[in-house]
């Protein structure tokens, strides 16, 4: 079920720790955080500062030591791995700083595999893919290989795949980390654009400019939210 009071991530003093041998590294420390349906917000922080390791939690792919997360109503808490990749499946979209391509396979068949993990037949999948492809002005590449896309292309083909299963939440990881300024413009600019159609959007950077772009900025320091 769906969150009504419009809020779509509810992350409540979350905490998590790294056992090292005989000590432990604490990556977050209480960390308490809404965002709202429709938001874009940006996670920003130096390195090491906990906010990669948040996106994680928030996309089902590691678990808390303590805290509780809610996402579109799904308490991640109260999965098994079975339920946590469902909802990967079917909530969240990634975008991460490397573009993560299947060389063997053509754009079309790249953006159309997650769509095989949750069971949609061959011809509705790569459908689907060509018509996320044609509104990301990609469709006429969506037959070649990515080794033959540039690097804005590749990017622009990774968002492709991250919202081909139309998530609730779209999560970017470092996204321009890979791109030259001009790319990682224009991939700022998509992300704005899916942000102004309703995208709920939470957005990893270091760097204040990219930060910038969004409706609101959490800042994060030695595992937690500093403002």
């Known amino acids: 079920m769906a969150a009504t009071d419009g809020v779509i991530v509810r992350a409540t003093d979350v905490a998590r720790v790294y056992p ?19 938001e874009f917000l940006a996670v920003m922080g130096p390195s090491g500062s906990g906010k990669s390791t948040l996106l994680n939690i928030l996309a089902g792919l590691e678990r808390p030591t303590r805290g509780a997360v809610v996402v579109d109503g799904a308490d ?6 079975v339920a946590l990749a469902t909802y990967r499946r079917e909530k969240v979209g990634m975008i991460f700083q490397a573009f ?34 044609d509104r990301l002005g990609m469709g006429p590449r969506a037959d070649h290989r990515p080794s033959q896309l540039s690097g804005g292309e590749m990017q622009r083909t990774a968002i492709a795949r991250a ?9 970017a990881d470092e996204p ?20 102004a159609r309703g995208q709920t959007v939470v957005l990893v950077t270091h760097d204040a400019g990219i930060a910038s772009r969004a409706q609101r900025i959490v800042r ?3 595992g937690r939210i500093v403002n």
Request: hydrophobic fraction near 50%; charged fraction near 25%; charge should be negative.
């Open 76 to 81: 991640l808490s109260a999965m098994d791995e």
């Open 100 to 133: 993560n391509l299947l060389p063997r396979y053509r754009v079309v068949e790249n953006v159309a595999l997650p769509l095989v993990f949750a069971g949609v037949p061959r011809e509705r999948r790569l459908e689907r893919a060509r018509a996320v492809l």
């Open 176 to 195: 321009t980390g890979n791109l030259d300024s001009a790319n990682g413009e224009a991939l700022l600019a998509v992300i704005t654009e899916l942000h």
């Open 20 to 38: 090292t041998g005989a000590t432990a590294v604490s990556a977050l420390d209480g960390v308490t955080l809404e965002v709202r349906r429709g």
């Open 163 to 171: 919202l081909v299963t139309d998530p609730a939440l779209l999560l």
């Open 220 to 222: 994060m320091r030695d």
